[in-house]
């Protein structure tokens, strides 16, 4: 059974970092494209980022490029996002997913 469980969510600092992680298990984890959603509260989930099965290429949505850097550890089936410079509009819910799998997601607030 394929299982994604997202972690490092929190309180954030406006102008602050953190750093999200996604552990995937019962998939061949280093086959997959892996992706992050986010959803915040009102809004409609929404693509943050994307990264090859060989990490070779990512893709950012404009709100996060140059803030977020989406990163895989194959040998460890472990995503990440680091994220840099938060903004209060960077609340959300966030989501990794693969194919039609998702995880339950972790819980990010910025906020002074």
């Known amino acids: 059974q394929v299982h994604l469980v997202e972690s490092g969510g929190g309180l954030g600092q406006p102008g602050g970092s953190l750093r999200l992680s996604c552990a995937a298990s019962?998939?061949?984890?280093?086959?997959?494209?892996m992706r992050w959603y986010r959803q915040a509260p009102g809004k409609e989930r929404e693509l943050v980022a994307f990264?090859?099965?060989?990490?070779?290429?990512?893709n950012y949505a404009d709100y996060v490029k140059g803030r977020f850097t989406i990163s895989r550890d194959n040998a460890k089936n472990m995503l990440y996002l680091q994220m840099m410079n938060l903004m209060p509009e960077d609340t959300a819910v966030y989501y990794c997913?693969?194919?039609?799998?998702w995880g339950r997601g972790t819980q990010l607030t910025v906020s002074s």
């Open positions: 990264i090859s099965s060989d990490g070779d290429t990512r």
């Open positions: 997913n693969t194919v039609s799998i």
């Open positions: 019962g998939v061949n984890f280093r086959n997959y494209g």
